[in-house]
């Protein structure tokens, strides 16, 4: 687990006490993550929301990062959400959920952490078996060999097929140079040994990276601090086992703790995999249609009376 | 593997006030979801299909059902009903070579229209539909080529190649009938995937009655024998028996889970009951009934059926289109669509994934 005040300065930042780096630093996740990336392994973020305080610091890290454009620059009247939703320029989306106006009645008492005003930061959550993937025909989205869900901007046709597929609403193809975009948990920054920039820039590490496994640990140990705290409404979501898994998806690379029911979050309790649908459609219609075969068989065969 | 209601006690949760109440429409198949969205904002994104797609959807059902129809009359009666083989043979040549354009257009980058054969992913019915549409438009050119070298030449060999590259042909042809249906169901758009079984069954049925209608049009053209009506007439009104059930038992799934509110807009409800349903199934089949039952036919009631059921037919299309993009629009749809049905309980699904090809 990663020392939130370390009280010794890690050995190896002594080897970087200079104004300018002269080169990029090998593993620098080992510093920032308190890991080393290692291809091969399964790799994910664990957002928990019980922290967020909305500062929006990871929107900026990502956009700066990816060098992704602005999109909405108006005002939504949404709390403080200006950004509204995840799209193919927005991969890291926090949203803000205000419980405080009871129907107009007075709110009396407050719930510990976050106090009835929730924030959240939303992602792509690099399914265990994605349906953004399954419905690729071209072959561009693709699993890395981190575990995660990628689309290779030079093989993208732009068929669209991926957006309707998702589950969370994810993935959106642009209409600037018509492919299809979305997170890729930094796949760029993690070949370079360096943590996602999101969770990087995270500063009060609600956004955590870290293998898949310790991360569904520290998830586990964070609900049961919170529930011995009287927290009851913490609950995770992508976990295994928990909301989110359901219907052929699995455990959510990028997974959450929340403290409202998902679908105040926009996020579906039960949603399934697309491609569980394909055998049984394609078998009725080849049924349906060997039956048509058979009655024009009938017909053909008969005469007028 | 613990149970979700152990961890999140949505139940024990006391019920709070604002956009629950307003939200709280019908909290049809849930005992607990009661609207709640983020801001009304859509919980997935709708596809970017219009015109395009259903008009692929059109064509590509046509010429994949007319090559089923002309297989079937050339192998039951061979010589016997030459209109409807040969009025198949082409029409399915014409509607498979109005299929590529409409695709490649409808890509967002259709100058890379040929990674579609770059893979064969069977998890993705856009990638099988890719490989019928190849296999299914190799035979069909070829069957109508041969049919075309009969016409002109009479040649007994070209007959025989015309027969036998039929059949591969009719094969593919039955899945390009139905595979858009599978296409749309593999989504997470409430509409689509509240019905994987009976919307492929109405696709095979809508894209047959189509084929039947143009090659009933082209056989009134043709001044076919009487004989050779009579039996078009009579497969329609099957066809078109299977068609209203269909309709109504894809209406009934719609409103049982719930995902039906689309088609309460005025526009979409009105092209729904009397376009898709209306023209594209109970005028034609009525027409067709009367036809048999009173054992006279008439010019005009055939033209007119046949044009009835292409006209509903093409709206049907639209409607599925453009009502599954508004599906996708509506949170509460997805959400209460996505609660946990029976029992309540949510398993962990098994490990793996199919890595990339
Ligand atoms: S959340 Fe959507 S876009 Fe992300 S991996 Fe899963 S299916 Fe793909």
């Known amino acids: 687990m990663v020392e939130r005040y370390p009280t010794a300065i890690p050995p190896r930042a002594l080897d970087y006490t200079g104004a300018i780096m002269p080169q990029l630093m090998p593993d620098e996740a080992e510093l920032t993550a308190g890991l080393r990336i290692v291809p091969g392994r399964t790799y994910g973020f664990f957002t928990d929301t019980s922290l967020c305080i909305g500062c929006k610091a990871c929107e900026v890290a990502c956009k700066e990062w990816n060098a992704l454009p602005a999109a909405n620059l108006g005002l939504t009247g949404e709390s403080y959400d200006n950004t509204a939703a995840l799209s193919a320029t927005t991969w890291r989306h926090v949203a803000f959920v205000e419980q405080i106006s009871a129907g107009g009645a007075r709110v009396t008492a407050m719930q510990p952490y976050q106090s009835n005003w929730l924030m959240m930061s939303d992602v792509c959550k690099h399914c265990e078996r994605a349906g953004c993937l399954e419905a690729c025909p071209t072959g561009s989205l693709f699993r890395t060999e981190f575990g995660t869900v990628v689309v290779q901007q030079d093989i993208c046709n732009g068929c669209g097929y991926c957006v309707p597929a998702c589950p969370f609403g994810v993935i959106t193809t642009s209409e600037v140079d018509g492919k299809a975009h979305k997170c890729t948990l930094c796949y760029d920054r993690m070949k370079g040994g360096l943590e996602p920039a999101c969770a990087k820039a995270c500063p009060t590490d609600s956004i955590q990276f870290g293998e898949l496994g310790e991360l569904q640990g520290r998830a586990e140990r964070r609900l049961a601090t919170l529930h011995e705290r009287g927290v009851a409404n913490a609950s995770l979501y992508g976990a295994p086992g928990t909301p989110g898994t359901t219907g052929g998806i699995g455990p959510l690379h990028a997974f959450f703790l929340l403290l409202d029911r998902p679908e105040r979050y926009g996020l579906p309790v039960a949603p399934t995999l697309p491609s569980r649908r394909v055998r049984p459609a394609i078998l009725a219609g080849l049924a349906t249609m060997a039956g048509i075969a058979l009655a024009a068989a009938a017909t053909f065969m008969g005469e007028k009376k | ?357």
């Open chain 2, 1 to 357: 593997m613990s149970e979700p209601t152990e961890r999140s006690p949505y139940g024990r949760r006391k019920r709070r006030g604002g956009d629950d109440a307003t939200n709280a429409d019908s909290p049809r198949g849930s005992r607990l979801y009661r609207g709640e969205t983020y801001y009304g904002r859509p919980a997935i994104k709708p596809s970017h299909w219009g015109w395009l797609i259903a008009g692929y959807y059109f064509v590509g059902g046509l010429a994949g059902g007319a090559q089923v129809v002309a297989a079937v009359a050339d192998l039951i009666a061979p010589g016997r009903d030459r209109t409807i083989v040969r009025a198949g043979r082409y029409l399915s040549l014409a509607g498979l070579l109005a299929s590529p354009p409409l695709l490649i257009a409808d890509l967002q980058t259709p100058a890379r229209f040929y990674n579609m054969l770059r893979i064969i992913r069977p998890t993705s019915p856009m990638s099988i539909g890719s490989w019928i549409l190849t296999v299914f438009g190799l035979f069909t050119s070829l069957t109508a080529l041969a049919q075309g070298i009969e016409d002109l030449t009479g040649s007994a060999t070209a007959r025989r190649v015309a027969r036998w590259s039929g059949l591969p042909a009719a094969a593919s042809g039955m899945l390009m009938a139905t595979y858009t249906g599978a296409l749309s169901t593999a989504t997470s758009v409430p509409l689509w995937a509240a019905v994987p079984r009976a919307l492929p069954t109405l696709f095979g049925l809508a894209s047959t009655a189509s084929s039947l209608a143009a090659i009933a049009l082209v056989a009134e053209a043709a001044e076919a024998n009487e004989e050779t009506h009579w039996r078009i007439e009579r497969l329609s009104l099957l066809v078109g028996l299977g068609e209203l059930a269909a309709h109504a038992a894809i209406l009934r799934a719609w409103h049982m889970r719930g995902v039906a509110g689309p088609l309460e807009s005025p526009a979409l409800s009105a092209l729904h009951k009397f376009g898709m349903v209306g023209l594209g199934a109970i005028v034609p089949t009525a027409i067709h009934a009367a036809q048999q039952l009173t054992g006279r036919r008439t010019r005009a009631g055939t033209i007119g059926a046949a044009t009835a059921t292409l006209a509903g037919i093409f709206i049907e299309r639209v409607v599925i289109v453009f009502a599954g993009n508004e599906s996708a629009r509506r949170p509460t749809d997805y959400l209460r669509f996505t609660q946990p049905r029976g029992g309540a309980t949510i398993q962990c699904a098994s490990k793996g994934n199919d890595e990339s090809a």
